[in-house]
């Protein structure tokens, strides 16, 4: 899939690894994922540190994205939830570890997570 990057010259410049828009073009197929935890695979356990948390999303993130033929290379959208705005940068960092120089559209909130435990969830969109 060749998607379209859409980065005016009339809005600032992308900071932080991601592009204003990207065009996904007709006919592909699109994968929708649900945000996800830092549960690991028993639905039971999660770690306490952000970095923990961050590396089982960025796994189950990839383990659906390989159920579906996808890597991370096919994702065109990201939306992560903070529970914390001082886990930023470690979450700057996390997704430019995982997505190396891949571009993808990506908005950050922070806000209260359901679990008092859980530092961030990530939701994704993938084409191909």
């Not at 960025?58 to 886990?87: C, E, F, Q």
Request: glycine fraction near 6%; charge should be negative.
């Amino acid at each position: 899939m060749v998607s379209v990057v859409h980065n005016p010259s009339s809005v600032f410049p992308p900071y932080r690894g991601y592009v204003h828009a990207l065009e996904v073009p007709a006919g592909s197929r699109l994968l929708f994922i649900s945000g996800l935890n830092g549960f690991e695979q028993d639905g039971v356990t999660m770690p306490d540190s952000f970095e923990s948390q961050a590396e089982i999303i960025w796994a189950h993130i990839r383990s659906i994205l390989a159920s579906a033929g996808m890597t991370v290379t096919n994702l065109v959208s990201l939306r992560t939830y903070l529970a914390d705005p001082k886990h930023d940068e470690a979450n700057a960092q996390m997704r430019a570890k995982q997505l190396g120089t891949h571009r993808v559209s990506s908005t950050v909130v922070c806000c209260q997570l359901l679990e008092s435990k859980w530092k961030l969830e990530i939701e994704a969109v993938a084409a191909a």
